[in-house]
């Protein structure tokens, strides 16, 4: 199995998209995290759902957890508010390493290695065009290869 036949369609959004719609996004279909796109298409981060909830959560409370009991539920209920008027790119880890990419003739073993290595949920498969500007293929993400490799053990 090759990198550009494992790669599915996946959803992604800039780094100017709105955090509230990349929020949405995420818990619509349930995605561990989101690939970012920069301005020419190419891969920039990815957007991991834990981050996302950690842009949500109030730094006091990250810094002293049990001030997240005497918070009411009334306010905790408004938490995804936090995200109104804000980019992905400011929901982005200022650490945040660059995506891994595959290339597309990369083998599962390759790929399951650059995941484990980078500890990603999800590997880009990028290509280049005639001039030479990266072209997304679409996403591995761990799950899905976890189920062809298990479908080669049976």
Do not use: F, N
């Not at 998209?17 to 920039?44: C, F, I, K, T, Y």
């Amino acid at each position: 199995m090759r990198a550009r036949d494992l790669a599915e369609e996946y959803e992604t959004v800039s780094l100017d998209s709105e955090a509230l719609d990349a929020a949405r996004l995420m818990a619509q279909h349930r995605l561990p995290g989101l690939l970012v796109l920069d301005e020419q298409g190419a891969p920039a981060a990815i957007l991991p759902a834990s981050q996302m909830i950690k842009a949500l959560v109030p730094a006091y409370v990250v810094e002293d957890p049990t001030l997240a009991a005497v918070v009411d539920e009334r306010h905790a209920d408004r938490l995804c508010q936090a995200l109104s008027g804000r980019t992905v790119r400011e929901c982005l880890s200022k650490a945040a390493p660059a995506p891994p990419v595959a290339a597309p003739d990369d083998t599962a073993l390759e790929v399951a290695a650059l995941m484990a290595r980078v500890r990603s949920p999800l590997v880009a498969v990028a290509d280049k065009d005639k001039a030479g500007s990266p072209r997304l293929l679409g996403v591995i993400t761990a799950s899905h290869l976890l189920e062809r490799l298990l479908l080669a053990t049976s």
